[in-house]
């Protein structure tokens, strides 16, 4: 399972940034503070919190003018 970052903007129905993740899934979940490993699979819009979190733990800069949504396919 690949984990990404994908960034809309505000004018596009359509991804406008990627940027794949290299972090631990355990890492991961307390991140995004799942409880159970099958929500690992879905889309989830990131917070302010969880951006910054994202940030550190995978030592990325994330674009601010974008809503930002964790996603994943597999690999």
Known sequence: MIHFITGYSSENDFPVFRQDLVISLARLKEIMR???DGECVFSYKLNGEQIKE????????????LE???DCEED
């Open 68 to 70: 930002l949504y964790l």
């Open 54 to 65: 994202v940030e550190i733990a995978a030592l990325v800069e994330l674009p601010k003018a």
């Open 34 to 36: 799942w409880e159970d």
